[in-house]
């Protein structure tokens, strides 16, 4: 049987130089033109990765040295949440003030408030 592979964000830490967590998507028997990621932005609250299979949402690990940060940071973290369907095009996104606006080329935008 042919393995699955799943898309991964590495989160670098420029303070530390060293990868302090990944990100994982679901795995997926989809194209793999359609798993690669179009976009990925984070802030230190949240990691958001987009392809074609939707909008990924995660919560950031810290890079303080917090308690919350001793986790293996080689345990890849699940999205918390999926936006969109799965079958976009060339997707981006814009985030602002919890709104997401989801863009795909081949249908109408979309607006989201993120939780």
């Given at each position: 049987?042919?393995?699955?592979?799943?898309?991964?964000v590495?989160?670098?830490?420029?303070?530390?130089?060293?990868?302090?967590?990944?990100?994982?998507?679901?795995?997926?028997?989809?194209?793999?033109?359609?798993?690669?990621?179009?976009?990925?932005?984070?802030?230190?609250?949240?990691?958001?990765?987009?392809?074609?299979?939707?909008?990924?949402?995660?919560?950031?690990?810290?890079?303080?040295?917090?308690?919350?940060?001793?986790?293996?940071?080689?345990?890849?973290?699940?999205?918390k949440?999926?936006?969109?369907?799965?079958?976009?095009?060339?997707?981006?996104?814009?985030?602002?003030?919890?709104?997401i606006?989801?863009?795909?080329?081949?249908?109408?935008?979309?607006?989201?408030?993120?939780?």
């Open positions: 049987a042919k393995k699955q592979v799943s898309s991964q590495l989160h670098f830490s420029l303070r530390k130089q060293r990868i302090i967590s990944t990100y994982e998507l679901p795995e997926s028997n989809a194209h793999a033109h359609h798993k690669a990621l179009t976009q990925v932005w984070g802030n230190s609250n949240l990691v958001m990765a987009v392809c074609g299979l939707g909008l990924f949402v995660f919560n950031a690990v810290r890079d303080e040295g917090s308690p919350s940060f001793a986790a293996d940071c080689s345990t890849p973290q699940k999205a949440e999926v936006i969109g369907p799965d079958d976009l095009y060339l997707p981006s996104f814009d985030y602002l003030s919890s709104q606006l989801l863009i795909s080329r081949d249908r109408p935008a979309m607006w989201r408030h993120l939780l």
